[in-house]
């Protein structure tokens, strides 16, 4: 039997990921976006993201010839399963958008093939799967859930190395269709209803943001009493039922992801008139958290905000990414900017347009500076020249909010290193 064809729709993180490694696993892929700039930059080869082996994928599946890309919806007329990958960004309410599923699924439905499966990728509130089922309004065509769990920086690894590969279908044999995509791959397959596997989409990432908020609550407790909050979490993570994943102290959590599937998993509780206070309060907890990194910056640059100078390493809103979305670094910068605080910052690859601060080389941002800021864990600031830091910095201070810069090293150089929930 030969393999099933693809499209996917929507060629972002998640779309171009998923294209790629379905191509890399000799399936034919079509890409369909609505940018044709995109779509004219992936065909030539060229990625417009940074994540660490696409462009590798990307190359070798067009030399292949399994994988192209398109603006026509022309090509969904040929595909056996058509991924959704498109953003459902917050509304004000927390609420997903699906206004954009909407729409694409009510532009393509007429040139679906019968017999197809429609597969949502796309983090979506939960029983959006009737809603797509209305607007799709075919008796011919199957629906399936197949919610996407990748972390941006490793998203080509994750896609290649699922966990779990979770499908949620009324229909077993287009659930067994869409599971089959996947049979090169490891990890455990949980077949379920669309509800479900639109929760446990949903519950992943709150939990994850949870675990988050309880450690940076462990280290504003270390930062306030005393106590080592590595040795903390070292003693906890031991703890087969904790796991010691995620339990690293940083700036507070954000990127494109976390907070909008938070907010979107209370907006349906509070829509179903629910109180769900853990989930509430991981949100509030990462609130207070940034209030308590903009307290330790004040304290570190040791004057006041208002005309001070800091440099900030770190845009994107963890390493290996250029997704500056709701990022940290982000935050953090505007609230320094709110008080007149001048701010320098450096990135390996993240870029962000405006007047939030001045962007440029990551020593260049050290000179004269009150305070130097770590917000993502890059490589390139892990093993940074630590003697030309020194000479550059106006005062030899580090704010190290993700802990990887040796304080030990540092002091050779003169440099104070501070890190959130460590003593000093
Ligand atoms: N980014 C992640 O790490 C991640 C991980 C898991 C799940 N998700 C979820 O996956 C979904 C997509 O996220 P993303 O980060 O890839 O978004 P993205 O913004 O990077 O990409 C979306 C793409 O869809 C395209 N698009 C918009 N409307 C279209 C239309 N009508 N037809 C064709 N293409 C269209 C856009 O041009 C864009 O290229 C979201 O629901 C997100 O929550 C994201």
Redesign the pocket.
Known sequence: MSKPSILV???????LTCAACFANQGFKVTG????EA?VDLLSSGTSP?FEPGLDELLTAGLESGLLEFTTSSEAASTADVVFL????PPLPTGT?DIS?LR??IV?YRESLKSGAAVVT????PLGTSKDVAAWLDRDDVHLVSN??????GS?IHDFLNPDRVVVGSLNHDAALVVQSLYDGLPGERILCDPLSAELI?YAANAFLATKLSFVNELARICDEVGGDVDAVTHGIGTDHRIADSFLTPGPGWG???FP??VAGLAALARSSRLRVPVIESAVESNRDHFDHVITQIRKHVGKPLQGANVAMWGIAFKAGTD?TRSSPALDIAERLAAEQCQVRAADPVAKVDGNLFTQMDMYDACDAADLLVIATEWNEFRDADLAQVAARLGQPTILDLRGIISSEAAAEHGLTVHALGRPH
């Open positions: 729709v929507g060629t972002g993180y998640v779309g369909l976006d609505i940018d995109k993201i990958c498109l953003p459902t997903p954009i729409s694409a532009q990728k796309s983090t979506v919610p996407e769990f990748l972390r941006e998203a989409k990127g494109s992801c909008k599937d997704d």
